[in-house]
């Protein structure tokens, strides 16, 4: 049984890409960069790409839609966005729960930065779970890393999960795989494709998980990969996290190289599929890679958030809860 979805803020298709694989057909894709609803076209023509701010969304439009997922901006919660929170114009969060209270989906799914989950924040957290609560949602908040969903990279993210009450009650965070894959044994094949002789070697090397890649913001130059600190941890890896490459090391690159990331080997890190088409230069291209949400853990969060609901797949008892928390709002 197919189930849908209304996304918003969808980049480059991350988080949109893991939720099909789950199940979940899309309504529609909301998404302000153009580049990054080209990507979104590029790959699944039949998708409805609205070019568009989430505060422009009519959430009536979306009545009866079964998930409302999406990555809203991070940088009102992050370090380097100074953490302003709600002080912060760019902070979507209102605006996802406005949507969310006009379509009142059987569930939710948005994710953000783990300085959310911060003491700074305790009060903001407090003011959503109390909105959507009183919409009749019980609310679920959980740090997840994509390391321990077959990502090789350490990536926190700090995930929030609502469902009406009748559903949440079947609700379980997925369980995290037992092994960890490496950045080597991802990228080994990508090293060594212009022949490139020390791959085998670089890949032996590389055998952790990666540093959270960073997509960076429009104010900033070309591609790298993130502060001194993430630099260094590249280069125990056997990474120069100075720039994105145009291409993996030559044949006659030394055998004892460190070689820069291509846009396809950071995508492979994401976990996204080398099927998928990423437009755009190497700048444009790389920033969306960097800002996405891994498909692999979309995909095990849209299982578990599936398996809730087909618990109870009737819809009069819903659309009877739908008019009820109507009533109350009213």
Not at 200 to 227: F, M, Q
Not at 231 to 259: S, T, Y
């Amino acid at each position: 049984m197919t189930l849908s979805s209304l996304e918003l803020c969808a980049g480059m298709g991350g988080q949109a890409l893991g939720l099909e694989r789950a199940g979940f057909s899309h309504d529609a894709l909301v998404e302000i960069e153009p580049i990054a609803c080209a990507t979104l076209r590029a790959n699944r023509r039949q998708w409805n790409v609205l070019n568009d701010d989430v505060r422009s969304v009519n959430g009536f439009d979306f009545r009866g839609v079964d998930l409302i997922a999406g990555g809203v901006p991070c940088p009102p919660f992050s370090v380097a966005g100074k953490q302003l929170g709600d002080n912060d114009d760019r902070d979507l969060f209102p605006a996802a729960l406005r949507i969310v209270e006009a379509a009142l989906p059987r569930a939710v799914l948005l994710e953000n930065v783990p300085g959310l989950a911060t003491a700074r924040f305790d009060g903001y957290r407090a003011g959503v779970r109390e909105r959507l609560e009183g919409m009749g949602y019980e609310v679920f908040w959980q740090a997840i890393n994509a390391c321990n969903f077959g990502v090789p990279q350490l990536r926190p993210r700090f995930v929030l999960v609502a469902l009406f009450k009748r559903f949440a009650k079947h609700f379980l965070w997925p369980a995290p795989r037992q092994e960890r894959t490496h950045v080597g044994d991802v990228l080994r094949d990508l090293m060594s494709s212009r022949g490139w002789r020390g791959a085998t070697r670089w890949a032996e090397r590389a055998n952790d998980i990666a540093p959270t890649l960073v997509g960076g913001s429009k104010k900033h130059g070309g591609p790298d990969l993130g502060p001194t600190r993430a630099k260094q941890q590249w280069r125990a890896l056997g990474v120069d996290g100075n720039g994105i490459a145009d291409h993996a090391p030559e044949a006659d690159c030394e055998v004892n190289f460190v070689p820069k990331l291509t846009v396809r080997m950071a995508a492979r890190i994401q976990g996204i599929p080398d099927s998928w088409t990423i437009e755009g230069k190497k700048t444009a291209a790389y920033r969306q890679v960097g800002n996405a949400f891994p498909p692999p853990v979309a995909e095990a969060l849209g299982l578990a958030v599936r398996k809730a609901l087909l618990q109870d797949s009737s819809r009069q008892p819903y659309d009877d809860e739908i008019r009820t928390t109507r009533l109350l709002q009213a």
